[in-house]
Structure formats: structure tokens, C-alpha cells
């Protein structure tokens, strides 16, 4: 099984470029999310997903959209990169919302 | 709000130590999860719990719901099991809110 796949793993953005951030998981699983990893803190959530057609804001999700149009794949969108924006991004999934936690590899995002 | 403490922070050890690393957290919950991160890795998922003990291999992770505290422990430490160590929980009551992190223990073993 492939699980979480997160691509690009590294992308370079000049301020104002817009890009999308890719996910998707093979296992069926109901919830995904999607977390930003800054140095000295804990992981973040941005937005999650409880099911296709649902998504919701986590505790940093100014600056980023989401959609769920399928159960396998839930991308973020950057509308505008700005430099504050520079993180490694990650995505994951589990069956349900106290279930086992499968991580993506991880995406590094540098905006110039 | 729910807070997760992790500590110690940071933590160098000598092969072959048992390690002790521990999260508290303020609410209750209807989960708790271990993972682990590599230098320059993706995230794994170790342990999850809700109640009681597990082990797998060397690692132990234990959970007392009254204290809301949760401790992992490391038998015979290898350098291999460097790594940054995160706690994470899910409140009871928050709805479809996932996970609180940790800010993580970052965890060297020394040969």
C-alpha cells in the first residue's frame, strides 16, 4: 500500500505565486488533515476533513483553501505565498477520528 | 484549552539507557498518541492509547487518566532511536477538532 502520498517534498515560491499542495491515501480512511511544522513548535493544523464534500478550519488557516471532492484526496491551495507561509508542511489521515495516524513524507515550502 | 506539555525537551543518552520521556495534559481525553519523527523524516505513528500500557519491542507507553499523564519509555536505547518524540491528544469534548501536539522531546543517543 502506498498510504499517505504528499507531493512536491520541496517547492521554492517567490511572495504572491500560488501553488498547490498535493495528498492522497489508498486506505479508505474518512479523515485527513493537513498540519504545518515550524521550528520550536508543535505541529498545526490548517484545515481537516471529516469526509468528502466537508472541510473545516484548523488553528491556522488564513491564507490556505482546501476541498475534499473525493475520499482519497484533500490538496491545499497557498492563494498568495507570503514569507510567513515558509514551512514544512504535512498531511495525514486516519479511519476515523481516534484512529491509528498515518503521516505523509512531509512537503518543505521556502517563500522568497 | 487544551495544553500538552512534553519534557524533557531535549535528551542525550548513552547506548544501551533506559529513557524516559513524559507528556501532561489538561483535559480529558479519548486519546493519546506517540510518534516519531527522523532527522529530515517523516512522521510515524508509534502509539496509540486511551487507557493502561502498550509495548512493541522496546518501547513502552503508559497512560494514568486521572493524572492526565502519559509517560514513553525506551528499553536498551540505540542510536537509531534518535529522533524527535511527539505527544498528541484529542479532547473529549472537541467535537471533530483533531489532534493537540506536543512541541516534541528531540532525543540523541549516543554510541
Known amino acids: 500500500n502506498a498510504g499517505v502520498t504528499q507531493t512536491p517534498k520541496f517547492q521554492v515560491l517567490k511572495t504572491g505565486q500560488s501553488m498547490t499542495l498535493q495528498c492522497a491515501q489508498d486506505m479508505n480512511h474518512e479523515y485527513m488533515s493537513w498540519y504545518r511544522q515550524d521550528p520550536g513548535m508543535g505541529l498545526r493544523l490548517i484545515h481537516y476533513s471529516v469526509g468528502a464534500g466537508i472541510t473545516d478550519q484548523g488553528e491556522v488557516p488564513n491564507g490556505y483553501n482546501v476541498s475534499r471532492s473525493t475520499t482519497e484526496d484533500f490538496p491545499l491551495r497557498l492563494l498568495s505565498a507570503a514569507p510567513s507561509q515558509t514551512s514544512v508542511y504535512f498531511c495525514a489521515s486516519s479511519y476515523t477520528l481516534v484512529g491509528e495516524l498515518f503521516f505523509g513524507e512531509g512537503s518543505r515550502l521556502t517563500v522568497l | 484549552k487544551n495544553e500538552v506539555e512534553q519534557s524533557p525537551q531535549n535528551l542525550t543518552a548513552q547506548e544501551g539507557e533506559f529513557i524516559t520521556i513524559n507528556c501532561s495534559y489538561s483535559?480529558?481525553?479519548?486519546?493519546l498518541h506517540w510518534l516519531q519523527q527522523h532527522p529530515g523524516g517523516g512522521i510515524v505513528s508509534l502509539f496509540m492509547?486511551?487507557?493502561g500500557k502498550k509495548k512493541h519491542g522496546r518501547l513502552i507507553a503508559t497512560i494514568n487518566i486521572q493524572e492526565k499523564h502519559s509517560s514513553l519509555h525506551i528499553t536498551a536505547s540505540h542510536p537509531r532511536d534518535s529522533a524527535v518524540y511527539i505527544c498528541a491528544v484529542r479532547s473529549r469534548s472537541s467535537g471533530n477538532t483533531p489532534l493537540v501536539f506536543g512541541k516534541g522531546t528531540r532525543l540523541s543517543v549516543i554510541a
Open positions: 492509547l486511551s487507557s
Open positions: 483535559v480529558g481525553i479519548s486519546a
